[in-house]
């Protein structure tokens, strides 16, 4: 927890600047972070070690980012959590402190003051808020900006003596500490001045249920010194032509785009449920899991799953509250764990089980889990039979509005686009390129993978919600939204072509409505039929 909010674990264990090292420290293979011969001519490691390895091949080797992280960053903190970091600046070294306090207690006056929805520069943030509590503004921003020497191995505040016993030993202390640490970090990061070419990190304003948020969005300082070195460098990424825009915002020029359509291995069955309700917002009621909208899902998916009476391997891959959901009904071991991250409920547990117990008690084959944002890199899942994903995954609109405000691009289209791209990452954790026996795979939502355009997909309608209205057409509607999907188009994107709402168009689709017969025939002619 202290590493994952920015804290150097090398400095707490390996290298105390007081106290005993780690009983490991001598005979650790990892105590330097290098693995293998230092005159290897192929390096590997962690994106966040990025920085390092371009330095380590210098400008003669070409430097291969795989599946990069977010190159415009986007991270959110509760007000509460930024007085939180104040309270805790007494386990940081004193000269640490007095540096980055003011600057913290200033980002905090002004988010208190500010109109939701307003906008700044973390550095005119901060000097707003100086300005309100008496300070000296340009005084706040230059002492945060050097509360970490330029000679320091990590940016992570630098713990008392008393402070690195505490976090050794206790686990919920050093939670408390790791998430000041992490605030300070990004505050510090935040305040830099940006690379040239660059806007500087931007903040904004959030009430949510009378909740104060505050919300940072900057370029991944890492990954745009790795894009712009003098030296070849090579982006792979499933997503690559939605990764480019970016890119080529941070370099200044177009890069060079490849695109490759590669043919699976074996036969794959896919098939999309469509279903424009199989959303976050009504898939969760204020945070909180809604069965009444799940629980039909599910079922769905081990009724496909049942239908070839071959599949004996299932992988489901949803939200992390799914996930956790499942792994409890399931019995699987890391139950708990999950649901200690997902904060979900005994009450809602206990209701998906009796729900759900028939469907369980049948299915007779085996069940993995993922969950969206956590895909990358699985390769365990390779030998399923068959893989389902529920729910659109789209990424959060304010903060997707916020890095395209960020680099001036237009946002039309682009939130559907992303949540292909992370379907695409999941259906490909069946290896499908290199797989050599018959696969199967299901989408339950409105958003089509990615990969999936262009091949043969089985398009469904899944039932959900009110019946039809007794004057609607419900096989129109049912035919407008194969010919959607099979164009590789979401109801947003439809939606926005003929002049109507999102909602009416899945409602137009499910039956639920009347097509009028002028909205019709821009159906039609949208959707070039």
């Given at each position: 927890q202290v590493f994952a909010c920015s804290q150097s674990l090398e400095r707490l264990f390996c290298e105390p600047e007081r106290g005993t090292p780690c009983e490991h420290a001598k005979t650790c293979p990892a105590r330097h972070g290098l693995d293998g011969p230092h005159d290897a001519n192929l390096i590997v490691g962690p994106h966040e070690l990025v920085g390092p390895i371009a330095q380590a091949i210098g400008k003669v080797g070409t430097l291969v980012v795989d599946e990069p992280p977010a190159l415009i960053e986007v991270s959110a903190m509760r007000l509460a959590d930024?007085?939180?970091?104040?309270?805790?600046?007494?386990?940081?070294?004193?000269?640490?402190?007095?540096?980055?306090?003011?600057?913290?207690?200033?980002?905090?006056?002004?988010?208190?003051?500010?109109?939701?929805?307003?906008?700044?520069?973390?550095?005119?943030?901060?000097?707003?808020?100086?300005?309100?509590?008496?300070?000296?503004?340009?005084?706040?921003?230059?002492?945060?900006?050097?509360?970490?020497?330029?000679?320091?191995?990590?940016?992570?505040?630098?713990?008392?003596?008393?402070?690195?016993?505490?976090?050794?030993?206790?686990?919920?202390?050093?939670?408390?500490?790791?998430?000041?640490?992490?605030?300070?970090?990004?505050?510090?990061?935040?305040?830099?001045?940006?690379?040239?070419?660059?806007?500087?990190?931007?903040?904004?304003?959030?009430?949510?249920?009378?909740?104060?948020?505050?919300?940072?969005?900057?370029?991944?300082?890492?990954?745009?010194?790795?894009?712009?070195?003098?030296?070849?460098?090579?982006?792979?990424?499933?997503?690559?032509?939605?990764?480019?825009?970016?890119?080529?915002?941070?370099?200044?020029?177009?890069?060079?785009?490849?695109?490759?359509?590669?043919?699976?291995?074996?036969?794959?069955?896919?098939?999309?449920?469509?279903?424009?309700?199989?959303?976050?917002?009504?898939?969760?009621?204020?945070?909180?899991?809604?069965?009444?909208?799940?629980?039909?899902?599910?079922?769905?998916?081990?009724?496909?799953?049942?239908?070839?009476?071959?599949?004996?391997?299932?992988?489901?891959?949803?939200?992390?509250?799914?996930?956790?959901?499942?792994?409890?009904?399931?019995?699987?071991?890391?139950?708990d764990a999950l649901v200690r991250r997902t904060g979900l409920t005994k009450s809602t547990v206990a209701d998906a089980g009796e729900r759900l117990g028939d469907v369980l008690r049948a299915w007779q084959g085996r069940v993995r889990l993922a969950h969206y944002g956590g895909l990358r890199g699985l390769d365990h899942l390779r030998d399923a039979d068959a893989l389902a994903t529920i729910g659109d995954p789209r990424p959060t609109v304010d903060a997707e509005n916020d890095r395209c405000a960020w680099l001036e691009v237009d946002p039309d289209g682009r939130i559907d686009a992303l949540a292909a791209a992370e379907l695409d990452q999941a259906h490909g954790r069946l290896r499908l390129v290199h797989r050599e026996r018959k696969a199967r795979a299901l989408h339950v939502g409105a958003v089509v993978p990615a990969g999936w355009c262009g091949r043969e997909v089985t398009v469904r309608r899944m039932a959900v919600g009110r019946p039809p209205t007794p004057t609607a057409d419900h096989n129109l509607g049912r035919e407008i939204g194969a010919k959607r999907l099979a164009a590789g188009l979401s109801v947003r994107a439809l939606s926005l072509r003929v002049g109507i709402s999102p909602m009416t168009l899945s409602r137009y689709e499910s039956g639920e409505r009347v097509i009028p017969a002028a909205t019709a025939v821009k159906l039609a002619a949208a959707l070039s039929w």
């Open positions: 930024l007085n939180a970091a104040i309270a805790e600046l007494h386990t940081f070294e004193e000269k640490y402190a007095r540096h980055v306090e003011p600057a913290l207690r200033s980002l905090a006056a002004w988010a208190s003051a500010a109109e939701p929805g307003a906008v700044l520069s973390v550095e005119d943030a901060v000097l707003q808020g100086a300005a309100l509590t008496g300070l000296d503004g340009a005084e706040v921003v230059s002492r945060v900006r050097a509360a970490v020497p330029s000679t320091a191995k990590s940016i992570a505040p630098p713990l008392t003596f008393s402070t690195t016993i505490t976090v050794r030993r206790n686990v919920s202390r050093a939670e408390e500490i790791g998430r000041a640490s992490g605030v300070c970090v990004s505050l510090f990061v935040a305040v830099q001045p940006p690379e040239e070419g660059l806007h500087p990190t931007r903040v904004r304003v959030i009430e949510r249920e009378r909740v104060r948020v505050v919300s940072f969005v900057g370029a991944n300082d890492r990954m745009v010194r790795a894009l712009r070195r003098d030296a070849p460098t090579v982006v792979l990424d499933a997503g690559a032509a939605l990764v480019a825009p970016t890119v080529e915002r941070i370099v200044g020029y177009k890069p060079r785009l490849v695109e490759l359509d590669v043919s699976d291995g074996a036969p794959v069955e896919r098939t999309v449920l469509a279903c424009g309700r199989a959303t976050r917002s009504r898939c969760f009621t204020r945070g909180t899991l809604d069965l009444d909208a799940l629980v039909p899902l599910l079922r769905a998916v081990f009724a496909w799953a049942g239908e070839d009476g071959e599949t004996k391997s299932l992988v489901i891959v949803s939200w992390g509250a799914v996930e956790a959901l499942l792994a409890v009904c399931l019995g699987l071991p890391q139950a």
